[in-house]
T-cell receptor, first 115, second 110 residues
Framework: GAGVSQSPSNKVTEKGKDVELRCDPISGHTALYWYRQSLGQGLEFLIYFQGNSAPDKSGLPSDRFSAERTGGSVSTLTIQRTQQEDSAVYLC?????????????FGEGSRLTVL | EDKVVQSPLSLVVHEGDTVTLNCSYEVTNFRSLLWYKQEKKAPTFLFMLTSSGIEKKSGRLSSILDKKELFSILNITATQTGDSAVYLCAVEEYGNKLVFGAGTILRVKS
């Protein structure tokens, strides 16, 4: 596809369950970000992948959160033992680091609701 | 700790008004400052600024960066209802992540 694709677009889960959110970045983009946005809030940085470098995980809020990026392309954000405070929109973005690394292309987000 | 602060948090204006949105930042290895517009879901890119004093323009929107005072402004002239959105400022460091501010919610009333 031409843009960043995220799935699922909506996820409702029960407290304590694990969830996986998927991001397909734009082909050829070397940088990939995950952000979290709660209602009426700004974008909270979670994790950043750049090429083959070790990811910057400094924004992950707890050890229940993890992410991986396979083959330098698709990324999966996993939240274990979900809590109600995890409810938010999870946005993925990618960029081509060698050109305009700050120009991020965002997906439509995955809205997570933890009951 | 790096931070990006936007003001005002929210703003309500009438069509035709001019607005100025502010973004101040503190980062250790500045590379660029970016403005994004978020209407419903995905933020969309507006401007990237790397040099002080050089205005970037796109239609009724313009932005400028002051690297000495560590801030940027986004101006919107002759506002329209379609300008209603959250405007996000982000700062990029060399080799590092983009850090976003909390955003300014702009509502343009007809």
């Amino acid at each position: 596809g031409a843009g960043v694709s995220q799935s699922p677009s909506n996820k409702v889960t029960e407290k304590g369950k694990d969830v996986e959110l998927r991001c397909d970045p734009i082909s050829g983009h070397t940088a990939l970000y995950w952000y979290r946005q709660s209602l009426g809030q700004g974008l909270e940085f979670l994790i950043y992948f750049q090429g083959n470098s070790a990811p910057d995980k400094s924004g992950l809020p707890s050890d229940r959160f993890s992410a991986e990026r396979t083959g330098g392309s698709v990324s999966t954000l996993t939240i274990q033992r979900t809590q109600q405070e995890d409810s938010a929109v999870y946005l993925c973005a990618s960029s081509f680091y060698g050109v305009n690394p700050g120009e991020l292309f965002f997906g439509e987000g995955s809205r997570l609701t933890v009951l | 700790e790096d931070k990006v602060v936007q003001s005002p948090l929210s703003l309500v204006v009438h069509e035709g008004d001019t607005v100025t949105l502010n973004c101040s930042y503190e980062v250790t290895n500045f590379r660029s400052l970016l403005w994004y517009k978020q209407e419903k879901k995905a933020p969309t890119f507006l401007f990237m600024l790397t040099s002080s004093g050089i205005e970037k323009k796109s239609g009724r929107l313009s932005s400028i960066l002051d690297k000495k005072e560590l801030f940027s402004i986004l101006n919107i002239t002759a506002t329209q209802t379609g300008d209603s959105a959250v405007y996000l400022c982000a700062v990029e460091e060399y080799g590092n992540k983009l850090v976003f501010g909390a955003g300014t919610i702009l509502r343009v009333k007809s």
